[in-house]
């Protein structure tokens, strides 16, 4: 199934949009681990809808039960299963267009995929809704990973052309990643914020939506974890974040930049500081033969403009098989990617803790 994920902590994930509820199932984390459930919670809010204007109107609590694995606040290394309760759903929005195939959904693949069965409400277990449950697990993760001085952090790099200023690849820290936490549009610049979130509006004003680039950063990952070709980091990273809806695309390190460079500007010099080995630069995101160097492990990730907009858009209906036009109605987000922030740092540090596991580090 596709909705199974990991070699060493297996992921499940169950639900859609508008169904009773989603979740998920993490099986194989380490038993006896103390899990904080306010932190988890305050992640959980990072992406939960209804929030702010420039997020769909749809209000979910985004509350979490925790239905096994965990006794007495640790866990006790048996399956650990989280539910969360849909509460806010409007059904009838998408009953009235459900032989329309929405352009730039999975309505149409669904359809063939499932014949015609699957739950279309939401966009179903196609829906950016499934991000909530693997944020619970990537707060389980981070707590995990903590414990390593492992942290993750991310900031917007750009949304529909407005960009911010980009990580220091070498100099990074965890204070650093909590203060971008807490910003509703979390930039390093706080002047890009203020633009970028008058894009957004804008967008929404017009019944469009816009897109952007997320930066995620991974830091203090010990060198030597990851594997050549196959299971490198950037195939284990890139299979967790092509999960999450909308993403689109990834780079590591300088990524694309580095068709531009020489070998001599691109290659990381290696030099020694306090007896420990690093790089002057880290044009390679930290990674080189799919294994860590020891270096922050940097990525951007691009997610697409929300599909879900107000203008009216040429599609077909599956039932009749004639073109026809489509005006969707509901509550979307005008731009995505405030709320997709915490969901790329759960799907790294998944990722990462999947790997350490596999080299019996955790």
């Known amino acids: 199934m596709g909705s199974t994920w990991g070699n060493n902590l297996k992921l499940s994930l169950f639900g859609e949009s508008h169904g009773k509820g989603i979740g998920i199932v993490l099986d194989g984390l380490p038993p006896g681990v103390l899990l904080d459930l306010n932190h988890i919670r305050k992640q959980m809010q990072r992406r939960a809808p209804g929030r702010s204007g420039t997020s769909t109107t749809r209000k979910e609590t985004d509350d979490f039960e925790i239905i096994s694995g965990l006794f007495r606040s640790k866990t006790t290394g048996t399956p650990l299963c989280c539910l969360i309760k849909n509460e806010n759903t409007r059904s009838e929005d998408y009953e009235k267009i459900h032989n329309l195939i929405r352009p730039g959904h999975a309505d149409y693949t669904g359809y063939v995929k499932y014949k015609g069965f699957n739950d279309f409400r939401g966009g179903g277990h196609f829906s950016g809704r499934l991000t909530a449950p693997l944020v619970f697990a990537g707060a389980v993760a981070m707590q995990i990973l903590l414990k390593k001085n492992i942290c993750v952090g991310s900031h917007i790099a750009e949304i529909s052309g407005i960009k911010d200023k980009l990580f220091d690849s070498i100099d990074l820290n965890n204070n650093l990643f909590h203060s971008l936490s807490k910003k509703e549009i979390c930039t390093i610049d706080d002047e890009s914020g203020v633009k970028m979130k008058e894009e957004i509006m804008l967008a929404k004003a017009m019944k469009d939506s816009v897109g952007g680039i997320i930066e995620t950063a991974v830091i203090n990952v010990p060198a030597g974890i990851g594997n050549p ?134």
């Not at 284990?236 to 460079?261: D, N």
């Not at 990674?287 to 858009?313: C, E, L, Y």
């Not at 509901?330 to 997709?340: F, K, L, N, Q, Y």
């Open 229 to 362: 070709f196959f299971d490198s980091i950037e195939s284990r990273i890139s299979s967790m974040m092509f999960s999450v809806p909308a993403v689109k695309g990834i780079e590591f390190g300088s990524g694309f930049r580095l068709a531009e460079m020489k070998g001599s500007d691109s290659n990381d010099a290696f030099s020694i500081s306090d007896g420990k080995v690093c790089t002057f630069t880290n044009h390679n995101g930290g990674i080189q033969g799919g294994i860590s160097n020891g270096m922050p492990i940097i990525f951007r990730t691009v997610i697409k403009a929300t599909p879900s907009i107000f203008k009216k858009q040429k599609t077909i209906d599956i039932e009749s098989m004639k073109e026809t036009e489509i005006e969707i109605h509901g509550r979307h987000d005008p731009c995505i990617v405030p709320r997709a922030v915490p969901v790329t740092e759960a799907a790294a540090a998944l990722a990462i803790l999947d790997i350490l596991m596999g080299k019996d580090e955790i």
